[in-house]
């Protein structure tokens, strides 16, 4: 299975976005995915996870309340929902099966004025 993240680009502070992952392949809809970020000279983090059937989620406690996953299993596509967005979210957005972190294309956040 492959996944292209899209939705990225350069908003300001305060501003929101919204990425969207397309999966590619079988058996898109066992897996718990998630959406990790690698701001310049930091290492991957995980920024927000959801279970295979979606009734789950888990958020970085720097997301929580102003990041929003969600996923459709039919249409195989992970979103993420950014609003509040500041400086420090700054970063390569990637979206992967769980634990498989920082890997292919990612799609690029920058919160600027």
Request: hydrophobic share 30%.
């Amino acid at each position: 299975v492959q996944f292209l993240e899209s939705g990225g680009g350069l908003v300001q502070p305060g501003g929101s976005l919204i990425l969207t992952c397309a999966a590619s392949g079988d058996n898109f809809n066992l897996y718990t995915m998630t959406w990790y970020r690698r701001a310049p000279g930091k290492e991957c983090e995980s920024v927000a996870t959801i279970t295979a059937s979606g009734g789950n989620t888990d958020y970085a406690d720097s997301v929580k309340g102003r990041f929003t996953i969600s996923r459709d299993n039919v249409k195989n596509w992970v979103r993420l929902q950014m609003i509040s967005l500041n400086s420090e979210d700054t970063a390569r957005y990637y979206c992967e099966r769980t634990g498989w972190n920082c890997r292919g294309q990612g799609t690029q956040v920058t919160v600027s004025s």
